[in-house]
């Protein structure tokens, strides 16, 4: 079975400019949860989806936005970029997003704002 | 608040010689925890989960609810132990709140 993946792996932008990373789920996976890592913060949740709707959403501006499509692919969009916004983005996939299903993760997309 | 303490940024130990890395939490309400791994070059991956209480590679994690705290042990650690290993607390749908991680160094 493949794995989570995400496209593109690296990407870099700068200042001002938006982004859109793409995540796709491991078959048969409808949850699908978005993670920004970073050295200073760590691994700090940015939000789920399920059946195309966000059901959790973790502690960030709206600048930081998501969609989930009926094949359960998922996007995240970033706005307006910041320096701040550098980081490693992760997906992560699960069947339902219960709370003991266990999230797969992709390899990440390593975003760089200049 | 939901928070994950892990006190150590790295542990160096021999090989054969006993691990714990140290994870502590604080949560209102039953605590689904778990423990991710993320070995060199590899993407992160779930080690093990209180919930199953299992032994995944060796390694043991026991939820101790008065101390709020979830150790991972190993009795004894191999060189491809050597590893970033993150504790994380489940909340809500598919919220994982992780810690800042340990990263285990086992030399020969």
């Known amino acids: 079975k493949a794995g989570v993946t995400q496209t593109p792996r690296y990407l870099i932008k700068t200042r001002g400019q938006q982004v859109t990373l793409s995540c796709s789920p491991i078959s048969g996976h409808r949850s699908v949860s978005w993670y920004q890592q970073t050295p200073g913060q760590g691994l700090q949740f940015l939000f789920e989806?399920?059946?195309?709707?966000?059901?959790n959403k973790g502690n960030f501006p709206g600048r930081f936005s998501g969609r989930q499509f009926s094949n359960s692919r998922s996007e995240m969009n970033v706005s307006t970029l910041e320096l701040g916004d550098s980081a490693l983005y992760l997906c992560?996939?699960?069947?339902?997003?219960?709370?003991?299903?266990?999230?797969?993760f992709g390899p990440g997309t390593r975003l760089t704002v200049l | 608040a939901q928070r994950v303490t892990q006190p150590e940024k790295l542990l160096s130990v021999f090989k054969g010689a006993p691990v714990e890395l140290k994870c502590n939490y604080s949560y209102s309400g039953s605590p689904e925890l778990f423990w991710y791994v993320q070995y060199s070059r590899q993407r992160l991956q779930l080690l093990l989960r209180h919930i199953s209480r299992e032994s995944i590679k060796g390694f043991t994690a026991d939820l101790n609810k008065g101390e709020t705290s979830f150790h991972l042990k190993k009795p004894f650690a191999q060189e491809e132990d050597s590893a970033m290993y993150y504790c994380?607390?489940?909340?809500?749908?598919?919220?994982?709140?992780f810690g800042t991680g340990t990263r285990l160094l086992v030399s020969p």
């Open positions: 994380a607390l489940s909340h809500g749908f598919q919220k994982l709140v």
């Open positions: 989806y399920f059946s195309e709707t966000q059901r």
């Open positions: 992560a996939s699960s069947f339902t997003g219960g709370g003991t299903d266990t999230q797969y």
